[in-house]
């Protein structure tokens, strides 16, 4: 069990933890100039006789250090809130609880300390203010344990209540990936870098190797402590130290904040989605776009708040809001959050990680509110996955779920409606009912551009992405293409796609005029006659007998070798025998050879032998040509 103090500066918390454990706090020469505690201290002791380790971790109660006070709480099983019955209930207080209510510490104990230094009646007015101050939250009929920690008194029933609630706590998931939230790093003598933390969530042994930090710098595990033991392993739940090595690592690399995590869940963002909840005693009405702190483990970050669903948020009152970091943050969904000013002098509210990696773009449109709605709700990602992919027709991705949710997929329980779809850039997942749904959109929308465009045979895949207008990136739809292609419901005529039954339809006047263009570009063998040539001739327009030629290369009647110079298959079937006749009498293509067997200028021959770069028949190295022996142009002369 991990402990953690709360309260208001000189109300005790130190000293009671001294009279707990028998140990000294405030090891700083600062600390014992001032006479307070300014950072995080760090204490273990067995509460009785045989039993394990309990840590403990002592937090500053002054307002200018509460960002380490937040440091410490993240991670702690049960805070406990030092109370002066001199004093009673002070700023920090009030601060400090609200904190802890925020990152949903589970359990909590009272201490109403010095009571020694006033009468009955007064510590009976600090309790009923206590108990006032806790009734509205989570925390109400805490129960409260008036001590002294000079003259021990009521020290021991605070110490039995702790190990009560030790046997009490639920255990942490070890589940996923480890996450190690840097607290401390230093250098040990014949031993080097060490750094402490609360483990957050998996295990970690001696020889792991982890990432460290924003930039994702390799680590390897060399020993470790958990719950100030040296163990083999570690696991979420426990306080743990970690002898790390890496090249070129130094201790002044390492600062507060800092994550330890495997390589397969790193992954910073500067955008994230959160739930969140103003405090019911803020002031202030808080604004769309508003600067904040932001403490999420031992991390502080500076950030935009932009409210997804108005432009106001009142105290007391939740909402979907995304944060715009000036940092990237390391978190998890459900991670527990808290927001303070720009200046840091006060608390405004807090919340819990929903999406870490929250989109740019349409971050308030409904479908987006749906999902953000889902993850408020769901408590792991089985319960999420099926609304989460409803609300995402563009399907969703493996990986970053994974590191969302921090959860492995060989650890997942897909539902069945959940189809897996692999892409050139990975798997998506998608809802099987969407993805059919998708195929009938994308036959549909090919049905509707053959009533539009009767005489072209079809789009190709980039102009059909676009004329359907899917929610897809470009490697999904080609997925999505590859199983209508392999299923028949399509077919594919070279780059064009066109459904099963869809011929091309020439008008009567483009039949008519094919009719006599026909004649004239096979009686030009090898040197057709240009497109500006068959336009004066037939007198038409340039642009009618362009259009007319380029339908019919997409038949495949005709093959464009550049622009407005057109080839009939046959003749260019046989400029391929030419040269592949050459080609047997030497393996490399020579041009003037090829130039002299078709009775042609140079520049032209030139242009051909690119066009059959271009369908594969010859492949250009530096310099000079090579038949590709596998081209299907090369394979067919090979058979006759």
């Known amino acids: ?36 505690t300014i950072d995080l201290g760090y204490r273990y002791a067995a509460l009785a006789e ?55 510490i589970p359990q909590a104990l009272v201490a109403i300390s010095k009571c020694d230094r006033v009468e009955p009646a007064r510590l009976a007015e600090v309790q009923a203010q206590v108990a006032e101050l806790l009734a509205p939250g989570p925390y109400a009929g805490a129960a409260q344990f008036v001590l002294s920690s000079v003259s021990g008194e009521g020290v021991g029933a605070l110490r039995d209540a702790l190990l009560a609630a030790a046997a009490k706590i639920r255990q942490r998931s070890a589940r996923g990936g480890f996450r190690l939230a840097v607290d401390r790093a230093f250098a040990v003598s014949g031993a080097g870098l060490v750094v402490t933390g609360t483990a957050l969530a998996g295990q970690v042994s001696a020889g792991d190797t982890l990432l460290l930090g924003k930039a994702g710098k390799p680590v390897r595990v060399r020993g470790l402590h958990a719950q100030n033991q040296a163990a083999l392993v570690a696991e979420a739940g426990q ?7 890496g090249e070129r690592l130094a201790v002044e690399q390492v600062h507060r904040g800092d994550w330890l995590l495997p390589a397969w869940l790193h992954g910073p963002s500067v955008r994230v989605d959160i739930d969140l909840t103003l405090l019911p005693g803020e002031t202030r009405t808080f604004e769309h776009f508003s600067a904040v702190h932001v403490h999420l483990g031992t991390q502080d970050v500076t950030a935009r ?35 303070r000013d720009q200046r840091a002098q006060r608390t405004l509210g807090g919340g819990r990680v929903l999406d870490p990696f929250a989109p740019s773009r349409q971050r308030r449109s409904e479908a987006r509110l749906r999902q953000l709605q889902v993850l408020r709700e769901a408590e792991d990602l089985e319960q999420a996955l099926p609304a989460l992919l409803e609300a995402a027709p563009g399907g969703l991705d493996p990986q970053r779920l994974e590191r969302q949710f921090n959860r492995l997929r ?96 020439l008008s009567a006047a483009d039949t008519a005029l094919w009719a006599r263009l026909e004649p004239r570009l096979l009686a030009g063998e090898f040197d057709p006659p240009w497109v500006r040539t068959l336009a004066t001739e037939e007198q038409v327009q340039e642009a009618e007998v362009r259009l007319l030629l380029r339908k019919l290369a997409r038949l495949g009647i005709l093959h464009q070798v550049v622009r407005d110079l057109f080839y009939p298959e046959a003749t260019l079937r046989r400029m391929a025998e030419l040269l592949l006749q050459q080609a047997t009498t030497s393996p490399i293509v020579q041009v003037a050879a090829f130039r002299d067997m078709l009775g042609i200028g140079r520049k032209r021959s030139v242009q051909i032998l690119e066009y059959f770069d271009r369908v594969g028949l010859t492949r250009r190295v530096a310099d000079q040509r090579h038949i590709r022996a596998d081209s299907a142009l090369a394979q067919l002369q090979a058979r006759r």
């Not at 309260?7 to 006479?35: N, S, V």
């Open 305 to 339: 708040v932009a409210l997804l669903e108005g432009e106001s948020l009142r105290a007391g009152h939740r909402m979907f809001a995304q944060l715009l970091l000036n940092a990237p943050l390391q978190a998890v969904h459900g991670d527990r959050l808290v927001l």
């Open 50 to 104: 045989g039993a394990p380790l309990t840590g403990f971790i002592d937090v500053p109660g002054h307002e200018r250090f509460i960002h380490n006070m937040l440091a410490g709480a993240h991670g702690i099983d049960l805070v406990l809130l030092v109370v002066a019955a001199d004093d009673g209930v002070m700023p920090q207080t009030r601060e400090h609880l609200s904190i802890i209510e925020l990152l949903g």
């Open 410 to 505: 060989d650890t997942w329980r897909l539902p069945e409606q959940v189809l897996v779809v692999a892409t050139r850039q990975g798997q998506l997942l998608f809802d099987r009912g969407q993805w059919q749904a998708l195929k009938q959109q994308v036959l549909a929308r090919l049905a509707q551009f053959h009533e539009q465009e009767p005489d072209q045979l079809g789009p190709d895949r980039d102009r059909l992405r676009r004329y359907t207008a899917l929610p897809l990136e470009r490697p999904a739809f080609v997925s999505l293409l590859d199983e209508l292609l392999g299923e028949g419901a399509i077919s594919s005529s070279g780059p064009w796609l066109h459904l099963p039954a869809h011929k091309v339809q």
């Open 239 to 245: 306080r743990v130290a970690l002898n790390i090595s």
């Open 1 to 36: 069990m991990i402990v953690g103090t709360a309260g208001h500066i000189d109300h005790g918390k130190t000293t009671l933890l001294q009279a707990l454990t028998g140990q000294a706090g405030d090891t700083r020469q600062e600390e014992r100039a001032r006479g307070m």
